[in-house]
T-cell receptor, first 114, second 111 residues
């Protein structure tokens, strides 16, 4: 596989569930990101990882917990979410944090909280 | 004032025409500017980036940057129905800074 792969593509979960989103990049990049995209709103940066170290946490509620076990994999653990957390969650990677050559995005996970 | 602003659209142009997409940003220290295209239900993909004032051309796409006016635009020549998508403007201050995305402009190219 090439590029940035996200699983699952769609997820429906109840407010009491615990689930995880997975992202894998095959580009040899050293930085990975989680973004949230809600309808009619700009992409919101959630977390930035550089070489497996979290370098930015954009005031994200603790019900979202990221994990980066290595430079190719990124997880977003979800628990006790709210309906307003329903959105498209996008993973992205770049050669270095804030690369001037832009980011490569995965296909996203469409999350619905019921 | 929002950090990156774009007209939400939809912007409708006939096939073959020039589509002009505009973006303004608030941080005068911004150095790097990006245009992403996002088809409905898909993820954003990078079209172009520009750092210097002036024009940068890539095929049918031309990015224009005017730092004094804090304005960046994307021109699409000979628009095709396949260009119908949402176009996201993104801005970054310096290396290692986070990228700030605008809300996007929806473009519809009418056959």
């Amino acid at each position: 596989e090439t590029g940035v792969t996200q699983t699952p593509r769609h997820l429906v979960m109840g407010m009491t569930n615990k689930k995880s989103l997975k992202c894998e990049q095959h580009l040899g990049h050293n930085a990975m990101y989680w973004y949230k995209q809600s309808a009619k709103k700009p992409l919101e940066l959630m977390f930035v990882y550089s070489l497996e170290e979290r370098v930015e946490n954009n005031s994200v509620p603790s019900r979202f917990s990221p994990e980066c076990p290595n430079s190719s994999h990124l997880f977003l653990h979800l628990h006790t979410l709210q309906p307003e957390d329903s959105a498209l969650y996008l993973c992205a990677s770049s050669q270095v944090p804030g690369s001037n050559y832009g980011y490569t995005f995965g296909s996203g996970t469409r999350l619905t909280v019921v | 004032q929002k950090e990156v602003e774009q007209n939400s659209g939809p912007l409708s142009v006939p096939e073959g025409a020039i589509a002009s997409l505009n973006c303004t940003y608030s941080d005068r220290g911004s150095q790097s500017f990006f245009w992403y295209r996002q088809y409905s239900g898909k993820s954003p993909e990078l079209i172009m980036f520009i750092y210097s004032n002036g024009d940068k051309e890539d095929g049918r796409f031309t990015a224009q940057l005017n730092k004094a006016s804090q304005y960046v635009s994307l021109l699409i020549r000979d628009s095709q129905p396949s260009d119908s998508a949402t176009y996201l403007c993104a801005v970054k201050k310096t290396s290692y800074d986070k990228v700030i995305f605008g809300p996007g402009t929806s473009l519809s190219v009418i056959p």
